[in-house]
């Protein structure tokens, strides 16, 4: 059998566990409540394109100001506005509302703009309020998957973030996660009245993954840390 191609996630130890990356041209599903680190998590994947594997990114959000979200990454030394005007990264700042309108026609502005930008990494930061839009659960199902059919079309390898607050709101996954290729959950609980931040990959296609949650760090720099070698036990 032909080994897929992978694209480094930006975490080498991430990459480690799961055979080199993520499969080209895959679809993978961050989620976890407030704080847990989803956002710098997507940025890490895509400045880890830009700056060593000459890879162009784009960044659509529903919720995140540009000028904010700039200003956050700059602690990591991700200067975002620097690698926007050497044309590495497409910032996009969509309503949910414009999203659902890019499936219905098939891709829309974005079908132009992916090639024509050469853009090979995408993240969409949050999916959470898209599937907010559906109060019909086979719609929000049909629309995800012509979702996944562009981001399949655009040849492009994509990681979307996900809000869930607890291990019984399934909002999200309950519609996508037989659809996404992998889904990886952050948390960042109280224990004893101190919070741990911890990982684990609940599905990763085609890879063999480690059946336990690991300790995560967010650095000033290196971003997203983990140990694979800790457990933590909630």
Known sequence: MKKKKRVSTGIKKLDALIDGGYIKNSVTLITGG??????????????????????????????????????????????LKKFEKQGKLTYLQYTPEQVQQEVIKRG??????????????????????FALLYKDELKKREDALSLFDLINKWDVTAVLTAQVEAPADHTISATLEFEVDGIIKLYHIKKRGIRERAFEIL????????????????????????????????
């Open 34 to 79: 407030a704080g847990t680190g989803k956002t710098i998590f997507a940025i890490q994947f895509l400045v880890d394109g830009i700056t060593k594997h000459n890879e162009a990114g784009m960044y659509i959000t529903f919720e995140e100001k540009k000028e904010k979200l700039y200003n956050d990454m700059l602690k990591f030394g991700w200067d």
């Open 108 to 129: 829309g502005i974005l079908d132009a703009m992916i090639p024509e930008t050469k853009i090979k990494r995408l993240v969409i930061d949050s999916i959470t309020s």
């Open 203 to 234: 599905k990763m296609r085609g890879t063999k993954i480690p059946e336990k949650t690991m300790e995560l760090a967010i650095s000033n720099k290196e971003g997203i840390k983990i140990n694979p070698k800790k457990l933590v036990i909630f």
